[in-house]
C-alpha cells in the first residue's frame, strides 16, 4: 500500500492514509521512549539533499534513519551539482542507483517531483516552496496528542498566508476534517487555487474554510498557528512585511479574546519571540521591536506546544520512510 510511493505533498495519500501514518508515528514515538528498537529499514541508504538550510528537517531526518537502521548522506548546495552543472533529472538518476531513499529540502516543487519520477526510489519532501508535507503530519500528530482527535476543531493561522505552511494547513485541515481560518493580510492571503483545493475537500469531511482578514477570527480556535514574517530569500522585503503584519502579532492580548482557554498555540520554528539571535537584534536597531509575530510570553506559555511539534518531525518522518521503505506489513488503509 505504501511500499516504494513517494510523498511529495499531502494530497498524495488519502484522509486514512495520513491518519495512519499520524497513528503508526505514535507507536514509533512509545518505542522510541521505552527504547525498544525498531529497524524496519536496517542496511539502506538514505540520500539527504538539502537546497536551503534547516535544523529541524535536517535533525529530524537523520535520527529517524538512524533509528531505523539505515545510513543518512547529507548532501548539502556545496556537495552536488544538482541543477548547477548536471539536471535535476540526471542526479535523479544517478542517486537512485546509489540510495534506497531520497529526502529533498529546497525551492522547487517540480525539483522534488523531477526527483522521484527519474530516480525510481522514494522520495519524501522536507520542504518546497509550495508544500510542507513532513511538517503537517508534525503538526496534526500533535494536535491529535493533545485533543485525542482531529475532525471538528478549530485551528487559527495567522500571518502571510500565501506560503507552503499556511498552504499546506488549509488542504490538510480540510482533509481531516479541521475547520481551518487564515487570517492574513488581503495582500498575503492564500492562492486561489489551494483555496478551491481546500475548499472541495472540506465538501466531503464537512469542514469549514475561512479566509479573513480580521483577527476577530481567533476568537473559537481550538489552536492558533503562526510562522515567521520574512521567509528565507526574502529578506530584502522585511520592512515590507513588518508593515503589513505588526497588527498581527499573537500576543496576550489577542489570545485573551479566545474562548477556549486550553487552546494550544503552534509554530514550526524557528521563531522571533526575543532578542537571542542576530537576526532579531538586528530587528531591534533597525525597527525598534523585540518580537515579531510572537510574543515571548505567549510562546513559553503553558498553551505552548512548540518543542513537542518539533520533536514529532522526528517520529512522523520516521513512520513516512518505514512505511514506504521497510516493506512493512500494513493492513488495508
Same mark, same amino acid.
Request: charged share 25%.
Given at each position: 500500500?505504501?511500499?516504494?510511493?513517494?510523498?511529495?505533498?499531502?494530497?498524495?495519500?488519502?484522509?486514512?492514509?495520513?491518519?495512519?501514518?499520524?497513528?503508526?508515528?505514535?507507536?514509533?514515538?512509545?518505542?522510541?521512549?521505552?527504547?525498544?528498537?525498531?529497524?524496519?529499514?536496517?542496511?539502506?541508504?538514505?540520500?539527504?539533499?538539502?537546497?536551503?538550510?534547516?535544523?529541524?528537517?535536517?535533525?529530524?531526518?537523520?535520527?529517524?534513519?538512524?533509528?531505523?537502521?539505515?545510513?543518512?548522506?547529507?548532501?548539502?548546495?556545496?556537495?552536488?551539482?544538482?541543477?548547477?552543472?548536471?539536471?535535476?533529472?540526471?542526479?535523479?538518476?544517478?542517486?537512485?542507483?546509489?540510495?534506497?531513499?531520497?529526502?529533498?529540502?529546497?525551492?522547487?516543487?517540480?525539483?522534488?517531483?523531477?526527483?522521484?519520477?527519474?530516480?525510481?526510489?522514494?522520495?519524501?519532501?522536507?520542504?518546497?516552496?509550495?508544500?510542507?508535507?513532513?511538517?503537517?503530519?508534525?503538526?496534526?500528530?500533535?494536535?491529535?496528542?493533545?485533543?485525542?482527535?482531529?475532525?471538528?476543531?478549530?485551528?487559527?493561522?495567522?500571518?502571510?498566508?500565501?506560503?507552503?505552511?499556511?498552504?499546506?494547513?488549509?488542504?490538510?485541515?480540510?482533509?481531516?476534517?479541521?475547520?481551518?481560518?487564515?487570517?492574513? =493580510?488581503?495582500?498575503? /492571503? =492564500?492562492?486561489?487555487?489551494?483555496?478551491?483545493?481546500?475548499?472541495?475537500?472540506?465538501?466531503?469531511?464537512?469542514?469549514?474554510?475561512?479566509?479573513?482578514?480580521?483577527? #476577530?477570527?481567533?476568537?473559537?480556535?481550538?489552536?492558533?498557528?503562526?510562522?515567521?514574517?520574512?521567509?528565507?530569500?526574502?529578506?530584502?522585503?522585511?520592512?515590507?512585511?513588518?508593515?503589513?503584519?505588526?497588527?498581527? /502579532?499573537?500576543? /496576550?492580548? *489577542?489570545?485573551?479574546?479566545?474562548?477556549?482557554?486550553?487552546?494550544?498555540?503552534?509554530?514550526?520554528?524557528?521563531?522571533?519571540?526575543?532578542?537571542?539571535?542576530?537576526?532579531?537584534?538586528?530587528?531591534?536597531?533597525?525597527? #525598534?521591536? #523585540?518580537?515579531?509575530?510572537?510574543?515571548?510570553? *505567549?510562546?513559553?506559555?503553558?498553551?505552548?506546544? *512548540?518543542?513537542?511539534?518539533?520533536?514529532?518531525?522526528?517520529?512522523?518522518?520516521?513512520?513516512?520512510?518505514?512505511?514506504?521503505?521497510?516493506?512493512?506489513?500494513? =493492513?488495508?488503509?
Amino acid at each position: 500500500m505504501f511500499q516504494g510511493r513517494s510523498f511529495l505533498k499531502e494530497i498524495d495519500f488519502s484522509k486514512d492514509e495520513l491518519l495512519y501514518l499520524i497513528d503508526f508515528a505514535i507507536h514509533l514515538k512509545k518505542l522510541k521512549k521505552e527504547h525498544i528498537q525498531h529497524k524496519y529499514l536496517l542496511d539502506k541508504n538514505i540520500a539527504l539533499i538539502f537546497e536551503k538550510t534547516s535544523t529541524r528537517t535536517r535533525a529530524a531526518f537523520t535520527t529517524a534513519a538512524i533509528d531505523l537502521g539505515a545510513h543518512p548522506e547529507f548532501l548539502g548546495p556545496n556537495d552536488i551539482q544538482l541543477g548547477k552543472k548536471e539536471s535535476i533529472s540526471d542526479t535523479a538518476k544517478v542517486l537512485g542507483t546509489m540510495f534506497d531513499g531520497i529526502e529533498f529540502r529546497g525551492f522547487k516543487q517540480s525539483d522534488v517531483e523531477i526527483l522521484a519520477k527519474d530516480s525510481q526510489v522514494p522520495v519524501w519532501n522536507g520542504l518546497t516552496d509550495d508544500w510542507h508535507p513532513t511538517q503537517m503530519l508534525a503538526d496534526f500528530m500533535t494536535i491529535k496528542e493533545h485533543f485525542g482527535y482531529l475532525k471538528g476543531l478549530t485551528l487559527a493561522y495567522v500571518g502571510d498566508g500565501r506560503k507552503n505552511v499556511a498552504h499546506s494547513l488549509l488542504v490538510t485541515g480540510a482533509i481531516f476534517g479541521v475547520n481551518v481560518t487564515i487570517i492574513s =493580510p488581503e495582500s498575503l /492571503q =492564500p492562492a486561489h487555487e489551494i483555496q478551491k483545493l481546500a475548499r472541495n475537500y472540506a465538501l466531503r469531511t464537512h469542514s469549514k474554510i475561512s479566509i479573513r482578514s480580521d483577527l #476577530n477570527g481567533l476568537e473559537n480556535a481550538d489552536i492558533v498557528y503562526t510562522d515567521v514574517w520574512v521567509s528565507m530569500g526574502e529578506e530584502s522585503q522585511t520592512a515590507e512585511r513588518i508593515k503589513l503584519l505588526k497588527s498581527y /502579532q499573537i500576543n /496576550q492580548k *489577542v489570545v485573551d479574546k479566545i474562548i477556549n482557554k486550553n487552546f494550544i498555540f503552534m509554530h514550526c520554528l524557528p521563531s522571533f519571540h526575543d532578542l537571542n539571535t542576530e537576526v532579531m537584534k538586528e530587528i531591534k536597531e533597525n525597527y #525598534n521591536l #523585540n518580537e515579531l509575530e510572537v510574543t515571548d510570553e *505567549v510562546f513559553n506559555s503553558k498553551n505552548s506546544v *512548540v518543542f513537542e511539534q518539533a520533536e514529532n518531525r522526528m517520529h512522523t518522518i520516521k513512520s513516512v520512510m518505514a512505511a514506504t521503505l521497510g516493506d512493512l506489513f500494513i =493492513p488495508k488503509v
